[in-house]
């Protein structure tokens, strides 16, 4: 009841503020008037009765105040004339307030749009059911350089078979599908699953139905399920696509399945996948060397922990039972290997890649925010010390200290609210932008939702930039020089105001120069990576995906069949060589896997070591004149390399080296002995005569590293997948004459994805350029800031010291030395800052290593680089207030003040 | 004249609601009551006054009403709410108390 009165008071107050001020006006004014009367009656006049009334009143302004404060409504109303109050003063400040709502809208909106991505990406939950209790196990071979080797079929049934903390296992392999009847011919990215998969994944159709464990086995009909983003981007969302039939090609026979459903939207993983298909899609799946061979590793596997299981215990037994596997089969886990086991959540495991990056950019953002924040803490800084004068009369008045802080705190809300709306607006595009980004390192960011998190994040780092700047300037109550501020009235600068400024400017330095160096660092990585010779005319040379298909036809009509495109694309105009190889450069790489075990003759492999692994290529005749990579020795492969003829190799310059250390290869043999290909029928494992040697030509690295490869003639193995034609003219004309003679020959032949070698390595680097690009954009901002920042305080502080310039003119000084002074004062700011900067840079990069295994650390070049850069900006920030101070004119500098 | 400073602070509430327990009266009265009462004693400040009269009202103590004073002028009369009765009782009886605290304390020899 009191509480309801209370509020009904307050409010009656607040919006009826002029009557409740008429009622008291009238009521103090009541009093008077029965003191008066009071007096007169006891005899006095009525002038001096009036006189001695309001003499004994006192003050009626300051009771008619005291009563107000007593309503506790001021605060509100005085904070809204405050806010008004701000405007005003922002208005008329228009370059004021206009740098620091531009730098405040920056630093809110870098980091608004930032979040806004690592919550999307790293901390929305999937919506895959129980999503907590899905798991990815991995093999690791670190021994041979991988990360990840996968499962193969036997492995997979041991674990299935003895781990209890799992309740079930799902298994995935990523295999690339010529699919034949939905639109064009092409070749698109598959999962091949077993009957658990989605019943692990815990997901759900749009459409039809998923596959389960009636589409598992060998007996099983062809069945295919397409991901949500193909069916409705290439698909446009027909429903009458299900029941439809397609014709599938991997390794093996071509086989026949039918599109039952369509999954919901999720994230894809292990691969960006178009459709998802039952094992008997492919062939290779049933066969020996897929079900019966230990080492042919290529399937992914997923877990959903058993009820009351933990992730710890999973990994525990998946340790142990891993454990008895390599005891029990030690041929297959070679020491060298190293192999291990591993498991981890499904969500940690597709955001594992994007989270370095994205935390790296929350860092950077951080900085920017910092950046942003001092320089308006700087801009308001100096703004308040020139109102000293005005805080001064106002403090006179009797304004307390907080009244003060609280205008000074409304103009900053003001100025950080309006630079927040300005950040969340321009954050929006930039998410969109980010996003793109991120989605090179995680596919969760393509469809990121920008929600109201933004608004908060905007809205909470607005207010507080907003308190932080407020308590920032000292302010004049209880000050000894007040009197002094009072009747000059003009700016007086003091050495603390001008110390804290100095501390902005160099926080600010600090912070541009971390993000500069790491922002030259990775453009001094990347232009080291876009200069590397290949050796290549890589401007001229065309690539074109050309998978091997054999669909009704024999053998031996499949190589005439590509011996004839071949012959055709040779005699177009403009083609200097065509040949078919088997591995886009850099694009594929890592696609072969590690390589393939093998020896030569007269090679001895020291006790303990494996036989040494090979690249394994095939090339038609004319590969190596295509792309420009000499044949030191022997002949390239020709004609009478055929599938009837005698089996051939030519080999690499290392692995020549390496194997036959300074013994004629020629003539001699190389023998593959992977226990992968035991499984294989019809694989020559017989010893293969080396007819050439060419060049080093590493197909899978940006930085070339020495490479041991075997090439087999195309011919010999009818498998390829890959056009590489040599131009004379511009590449890109050649595209549709190749595509119309290849589909004049066999119209479901997919040919695809071209580009020239050139564009090829852009495209691979593309990550890399993005980071440079987002990165230096994110430093050259820090910079502009920055030197703004510098500056900033240095004109502030020139103009405050007219009269001591005007003074040291006077004496003699001449304008050039002023004009080193200041230049030498910005100067040390920037060295500072840069000392600074260093050190917390390398603080910061200490503390990211002990996170992030592969962290690079920028070299002496870069950093010093940097460092004059910056130098160089706050040279050049501190010219034009120099310039101001040496032209000070001597007289106006004394009369000043 | 005496500050309000002068006054125990709170003292000046209480009398106040003492006053016009007994029948609702303006400022001025409720100043000249105090005074009389206390036999020129305590004199009542208006700046103490109506600050105190609105704080009062503020929270809930005393109610304001106009109304005709005796020689038929407008005046904010103000009353004592239930609350504020209450609140009244607690308080005389807690500065009742004090007082007889603070005279066995002056009192010892």
């Known amino acids: 009841m009191r509480g309801l009165t209370k509020i009904s008071h307050r409010i009656r107050s607040l919006f009826r503020r002029d009557a409740v001020d008429a009622e008291l006006d009238e009521e103090l004014k009541i009093h008077l008037e029965f003191e008066i009367q009071q007096k007169i009656a006891a005899g006095m006049l009525p002038g001096a009765a009036r006189r001695a009334a309001m003499i004994e009143f006192g003050g009626l302004e300051s009771v008619r105040e005291e009563c107000k404060d007593m309503r506790r409504v001021n605060w509100i109303s005085d904070f809204v004339r405050d806010v008004a109050f701000g405007a005003r003063m922002l208005r008329k400040n228009a370059g004021f307030t206009a740098i620091a709502l531009l730098t405040l809208a920056l630093g809110i909106g870098a980091n608004a749009a930032i979040f806004t991505l690592v919550r999307g990406v790293l901390l929305r939950p999937l919506v895959n059911r129980d999503e907590s209790r899905l798991i990815y196990i991995r093999q690791t071979a670190k021994g041979l350089g991988m990360d990840n080797q996968l499962f193969s079929v036997p492995e997979i049934e041991d674990i299935r078979a003895s781990v209890k903390s799992v309740k079930e296992f799902g298994d995935f392999s990523t295999l690339g599908f010529t699919m034949v009847g939905l639109g064009e011919p092409r070749v698109v990215q598959s999962g091949v699953v077993d009957g658990n998969y989605f019943e692990v994944m815990g997901l759900r159709p749009v459409l039809g139905r998923l596959l389960d464990m009636r589409d598992d086995g060998p007996k099983a009909e062809g069945a295919v399920v397409l991901t949500y983003r193909f069916w409705t981007t290439v698909l446009k969302s027909d429903p009458t696509v299900l029941g439809r039939t397609v014709r599938l090609e991997s390794f093996g026979p071509p086989q026949f399945a039918s599109i039952v459903g369509v999954l919901e939207p999720s994230v894809p993983y292990p691969a960006d996948t178009e459709l998802i298909a039952n094992v008997v899609t492919s062939p290779h799946h049933l066969s020996a060397t897929m079900v019966t061979g230990r080492v042919h590793r290529m399937t992914e596997l997923f877990g959903r922990l058993a009820p009351g299981a933990t992730l710890e215990q999973a990994r525990a037994e998946l340790t142990a039972v891993y454990a008895n596997m390599v005891k029990d089969h030690q041929e297959s886990y070679s020491k060298k290997a190293d192999s291990h086991i591993e498991a981890r959540l499904l969500r940690d495991e597709i955001t594992s890649r994007a989270r370095t990056v994205l935390l790296v950019l929350l860092a950077a953002s951080g900085l920017i925010f910092i950046i942003a924040c001092s320089n308006v803490a700087n801009l308001i800084l100096a703004r308040t010390v020139r109102r000293e004068g005005e805080l001064s009369v106002r403090s006179a008045l009797g304004a307390t200290s907080g009244a003060l802080r609280r205008t000074l705190l409304a103009e900053n809300l003001l100025l950080c609210g309006a630079g927040a709306l300005l950040g969340v607006i321009t954050a929006r595009p930039m998410v969109a932008i980010l996003a793109r980004y991120a989605s090179r390192f995680s596919v969760r960011a393509l469809d990121l939702k920008v929600d109201s998190t933004m608004l908060w994040v905007g809205a909470g780092l607005a207010v507080v930039a907003a308190v932080l700047l407020a308590f920032i300037p000292r302010l004049p109550a209880g000050h000894a020089s007040q009197g002094n501020s009072l009747t000059s009235g003009s700016v007086r600068i003091t050495g603390g105001t001008k110390r804290r400024l100095r501390v902005f400017a160099v926080i600010q330095i600090a912070a541009s120069f971390v993000l500069l160096a790491g922002a030259s660092m990775l453009v001094k990585t990347l232009v080291s990576l876009q200069s590397i010779q290949t050796g290549m005319d890589m401007r001229r040379i065309l690539t074109l995906d050309m998978p091997t298909t054999t669909y009704g036809k024999t053998k031996e009509q499949v190589v005439a069949t590509y011996r004839e495109i071949l012959r055709r694309i040779q005699a177009l105009p403009g083609v200097q060589r065509v040949a078919i190889g088997s591995l886009t450069p850099w694009r594929d790489a890592g696609a072969f896997g590690p390589g393939l075990q093998f020896t030569a003759d007269g090679y001895v492999r020291a006790a303990g070591e494996e036989d040494p692994r090979a690249g394994f290529r095939t090339v038609s005749p004319g590969f190596f004149a295509s792309l420009g990579v000499p044949i030191l020795e022997g002949r390239d492969f020709d004609e009478s390399d055929r599938s009837t003829s005698e089996p051939v190799v030519i080999i690499s310059q290392t692995l020549a080296q390496r194997m036959f250390q300074g013994r004629d290869p020629l003539n001699r043999h190389i023998t593959w002995t992977d226990p992968v290909l035991k499984f294989i029928p019809g694989i020559k494992i017989d010893p293969i005569r080396i007819v050439g040697i060419a060049a080093d030509l590493d197909d899978e690295h940006i930085i070339p590293n020495p490479a041991v490869t075997i090439y087999m003639p195309f011919e010999q193995l009818t498998f390829g997948g890959r056009l590489f034609v040599h131009a004379n003219t511009d590449p890109y004309s050649l595209v549709a004459p190749i595509t119309r003679i290849v589909h004049e020959m066999s119209a479901e032949q997919p040919v695809e994805h071209a580009a020239t070698l050139a564009d090829v390595r852009a495209e691979v680097l593309s990550p890399e350029r993005l980071n440079t690009f987002v990165f230096g954009g994110f430093a050259l901002v820090a910079l502009a800031i920055a030197v703004v920042g510098v500056a900033g305080v240095l004109a502030f502080s020139v103009s405050a010291r007219t009269r001591e310039f005007g003074i040291r003119l006077a004496i003699g000084a001449q304008p050039r030395q002023l004009l080193t002074r200041v230049i030498v004062e910005g100067a040390l700011m920037g060295g500072a800052g840069i000392v600074v900067g260093g050190a917390g840079g390398l603080a910061l990069a200490r503390l990211a290593g002990s996170y992030f295994q592969d962290m690079q650390m920028p070299g002496a070049i870069v950093v010093v680089v940097s460092a004059i850069v910056l130098l160089a900006a706050t040279v050049i920030a501190s010219a034009l207030p120099a310039a101001r101070a040496a032209r000070v004119d001597v007289i106006q500098a004394l009369r000043a003040e | ?109």
């Open chain 2, 1 to 109: 004249m005496s500050k309000p400073t002068d006054l125990v602070q709170g003292t000046l509430d209480l009398l106040i609601l003492k006053i016009i327990l007994l029948e609702p009266a303006h400022g001025w009265a409720i100043a000249q009551r105090i005074r009389q009462i206390s036999k020129d004693v305590l004199q009542v400040n208006q700046g103490a006054l109506y600050p105190a009269l609105h704080r009062l009202e503020q929270q809930g103590w005393i109610a304001a009403e106009w109304g005709e004073s005796e020689n038929n002028r407008r005046a904010k009369y103000y009353s004592l709410t239930r609350d504020g009765r209450k609140y009244m009782q607690k308080e005389q009886a807690n500065w009742v108390r004090l007082s007889t605290a603070i005279g066995l304390v002056l009192d010892t020899e």
